[in-house]
C-alpha cells in the first residue's frame, strides 16, 4: 500500500536530502511534489490531495503553518509532519492546532525523518485496516433482533427483504425496523450489507474465486454494484483488497 507525499522547503540542498531519505528508505511513499512557498503549498496540494505532508515553517510568502491551517480545510486528515529550526513554546503549540502529527527541529537526523514518516505510514495503514473492517454490533439483547441475526447469517447469499424476515419472525415490518436501529444502531440494509461484505472479504483473502463468483456468493446480483459497495465500506476495489491481505 503507497501513499502519497509532498514536501514543502524552501532550501534546495535540504529539499534534495529530504527527497534521497524518502527514495532510498521509504519505498511505501510516492513523492508526488514539491513546493517552495506556502501559497505554492496549498495550491499544489489542492492538485495532489497529499496523504502525507512534510513541511518546513520558514517558507515564504505564508508561514508553514498558516498554509496547514489552509490545506486541513480541505483535506482535514492530511498527516503533516513540521521541519523548523524554530524551538520555541508557541510554535509547537501552533502546529498543534494545527493538526500536525510530528514537529522536528532542524537541523533534523535522517534515521529522524525515516521514523516521523515511518510512523505516519503505520498509523494510515491502521485506519485503512480499521475502514475496511467495519465491526458489527451483535449484542442485540432483543429476543426479535437475535433470531434476526440467525436468519441473515444463513440466508445473506439469498435475496433478503425486511418483510419476508418479518413474516418468517411473525412480526410487522416496520417494528422490525425499528428495532434494528434501536438494538443495532443500524438499519436492516445496513447491516445485511456489511454483513455481506465481511463475508466477501473473507472469500477474498481466503480463496482464488473471482470477484464475480464472490459477489453472487455473498447474496449480490450484480457484480459493478458488489464492488460499489465494496470500495464504499473498505476503501479498496476487492482486487486491491485481496493483493494487500491476502
Known amino acids: ?129 480499521s475502514k475496511s473492517n467495519p465491526v458489527l454490533k451483535e449484542t442485540a439483547k432483543n429476543d426479535v433482533v437475535q433470531k434476526a441475526l440467525r436468519y441473515i447469517e444463513k440466508h445473506y447469499s439469498d435475496e433478503l427483504q425486511l418483510n419476508q424476515l418479518a413474516n418468517s419472525l411473525y412480526v410487522n415490518s416496520q417494528y422490525l425496523s425499528r428495532l434494528f436501529k434501536k438494538e443495532l444502531d443500524l438499519s436492516f440494509n445496513e447491516y445485511v450489507t456489511i454483513y455481506r461484505i465481511n463475508k466477501a472479504k473473507t472469500l477474498l483473502t481466503e480463496t482464488q474465486l473471482p470477484v464475480y463468483s464472490i459477489a453472487a456468493k455473498t447474496g449480490f446480483t450484480d457484480t459493478s454494484y458488489f464492488c460499489k459497495k465494496f470500495n464504499i465500506h473498505t476503501g479498496f476495489t476487492p482486487l486491491t483488497y485481496r493483493r494487500t491481505y491476502a
Open 1 to 129: 500500500m503507497s501513499y502519497r507525499l509532498m514536501i514543502v522547503e524552501d532550501e534546495q540542498l535540504e529539499m534534495r536530502a529530504l527527497k534521497a531519505i524518502i527514495w532510498d528508505h521509504l519505498p511505501s511513499v510516492d513523492i508526488v511534489g514539491y513546493a517552495i512557498s506556502g501559497k505554492e503549498a496549498i495550491q499544489l496540494a489542492k492538485k495532489e490531495m497529499p496523504d502525507i505532508i512534510l513541511l518546513d515553517i520558514g517558507i515564504p510568502e505564508m508561514d508553514g503553518l498558516s498554509a496547514q491551517q489552509e490545506i486541513i480545510k480541505f483535506l482535514p486528515d492530511v498527516k503533516t509532519i513540521v521541519l523548523t529550526a524554530y524551538s520555541d513554546f508557541n510554535h509547537a503549540q501552533s502546529a498543534i492546532s494545527s493538526k500536525v502529527v510530528d514537529y522536528l527541529l532542524k537541523p533534523v537526523r535522517k534515521q529522524k525523518i525515516i521514523e516521523a514518516v515511518s510512523n505516519v505510514v503505520e498509523s494510515l495503514d491502521a485506519e485503512k485496516e
